[in-house]
């Protein structure tokens, strides 16, 4: 009797929640711990997907990987940074071809990137405004974006055709802008040809994503402006362009290392070799390692060109920063 008084007691002098603290601490644990655990399939998968090949990539640069190892690329022998070296020796054919492949590359992208931008921006101020057949046009202007990829490239394949093509049909034959039917796909008219696919296919992009930021400015500022007589170009400098900033800085770099890194477009376009004036660099690389079978030169470049975008990104993103907190003081 006295022990079950005792116990009573002590139960009473408990304070309330004390058995449970250590149960709501577990499940807070659980709680927080939670998001982690679904997301570790996904970063699993990433890991093996993305991370475990470029892991790869870097030791296969390093060895002397031909077609003579490629059974046991273990068993290759260690380079060490000699194909690091073959790369960036400008004086020599492979490092003369590079450096040729990344300054088409670097001037392919610029024009590719401005002309996407600018498109894709001019389309999206014209489709703010509300108006009969809107979204019809909408709907139209992403087509190229939805359209597979080999499905696109492959239909301006025969656009680009020299005898029976469509572009040389409407530029010769109908509006005699040419002496001659030109070659799109051989010669210096193949980085035009290249150009010309890369912002058919990329503006879209450009165009979504800039209608979505527009959606963001406020109505009544344009209203504010319109009753300060500011005319339609001075709203697009006073306030549609500043107000889109933070969605161009991400567009634009999204761009570059979508339309820098581009594979299909000239692979489709051109086959396995590239006309020396659309020589882009991803195909330069594909031709370094599966074509003349030189696996170790082909990764070391890819390295290269990694630590280059790596670079670019890193320069262009403190950039930027800096404008940002700049404008906001």
Same mark, same amino acid.
């Given at each position: 009797?006295?022990?079950?008084?005792? =116990?009573?007691?002590?139960?009473?002098?408990?304070?309330?929640?004390?058995?449970?603290?250590?149960?709501?601490? $577990?499940?807070?644990?659980?709680?927080?711990?939670?998001?982690?655990?679904?997301?570790?399939?996904?970063?699993?998968?990433?890991?093996?997907?993305?991370?475990?090949? *470029?892991?790869?990539?870097? &030791?296969?640069?390093?060895?002397?990987?031909?077609?003579?190892?490629?059974?046991?690329?273990?068993? @290759?022998?260690?380079?060490?940074?000699?194909?690091?070296?073959?790369? &960036?020796?400008?004086? @020599?054919?492979? /490092?003369? @071809?590079?450096?040729?492949?990344?300054?088409?590359?670097?001037?392919?992208?610029?024009?590719?990137?401005?002309?996407?931008?600018?498109?894709? $921006?001019? =389309?999206?101020?014209?489709?703010?405004?509300? +108006?009969?057949?809107?979204?019809?046009?909408?709907?139209?202007?992403?087509?190229?974006?939805?359209?597979?990829?080999? %499905?696109?490239?492959?239909?301006?394949? +025969?656009?680009?055709?020299?005898?029976?093509?469509?572009?040389?049909?409407?530029?010769?034959?109908?509006?005699?802008?040419?002496?001659?039917?030109?070659?799109?796909?051989? /010669?210096?008219?193949?980085?035009?040809?290249?150009?010309?696919?890369?912002?058919?296919? /990329?503006?879209? +992009?450009?165009?979504?994503?800039? *209608?979505?930021?527009?959606?963001?400015?406020?109505?009544?500022?344009?209203?504010?402006?319109?009753?300060?007589?500011?005319?339609?170009?001075?709203?697009?400098?006073?306030?549609?362009?500043?107000?889109?900033?933070?969605?161009?800085?991400?567009?634009?770099?999204?761009?570059?290392?979508?339309?820098?890194?581009?594979?299909?477009?000239?692979?489709?376009?051109?086959?396995?070799? %590239?006309?020396? =004036?659309?020589?882009?660099?991803?195909?330069?690389?594909?031709?370094?390692?599966?074509? $003349?079978?030189?696996?170790? %030169?082909?990764?070391? *470049?890819?390295?290269?060109?990694?630590?280059?975008?790596? @670079?670019?990104? /890193?320069?262009?993103?403190?950039? $930027?920063?800096?404008?940002?907190?700049?404008?906001?003081?």
């Amino acid at each position: 009797m006295t022990t079950t008084v005792s =116990a009573e007691a002590a139960v009473r002098k408990s304070p309330p929640g004390a058995a449970s603290g250590p149960r709501r601490r $577990t499940g807070r644990i659980r709680r927080a711990g939670l998001p982690y655990l679904l997301l570790l399939p996904a970063l699993v998968l990433e890991l093996l997907v993305h991370l475990v090949p *470029m892991v790869i990539g870097v &030791v296969m640069s390093f060895k002397e990987l031909t077609q003579f190892h490629i059974r046991d690329w273990g068993a @290759a022998p260690w380079a060490g940074l000699d194909n690091y070296a073959m790369s &960036v020796d400008f004086d @020599a054919p492979v /490092g003369e @071809a590079l450096l040729h492949s990344f300054v088409v590359t670097v001037a392919f992208t610029l024009l590719s990137v401005a002309l996407c931008w600018l498109i894709g $921006t001019a =389309a999206a101020i014209c489709m703010q405004d509300a +108006f009969r057949g809107r979204g019809l046009l909408r709907a139209l202007f992403l087509v190229p974006y939805a359209l597979p990829v080999y %499905a696109a490239v492959i239909t301006w394949v +025969f656009m680009f055709q020299h005898d029976n093509g469509l572009v040389n049909h409407v530029l010769h034959d109908q509006l005699h802008l040419t002496d001659k039917p030109s070659f799109w796909l051989i /010669g210096d008219n193949s980085f035009w040809a290249l150009l010309t696919v890369s912002v058919w296919k /990329g503006w879209p +992009f450009a165009f979504l994503i800039v *209608m979505a930021g527009l959606q963001n400015i406020p109505r009544e500022l344009y209203e504010a402006a319109a009753l300060d007589g500011a005319g339609m170009w001075q709203q697009i400098r006073r306030i549609t362009l500043p107000s889109l900033r933070p969605v161009n800085q991400v567009l634009v770099l999204v761009l570059f290392l979508w339309t820098f890194n581009d594979f299909n477009t000239p692979y489709v376009l051109f086959g396995k070799a %590239a006309p020396e =004036a659309a020589d882009l660099i991803s195909v330069h690389i594909y031709q370094a390692s599966f074509v $003349t079978w030189n696996f170790g %030169a082909g990764s070391a *470049m890819s390295v290269l060109l990694l630590l280059f975008l790596l @670079a670019v990104t /890193g320069v262009y993103l403190a950039v $930027t920063s800096r404008g940002r907190r700049s404008a906001d003081a």
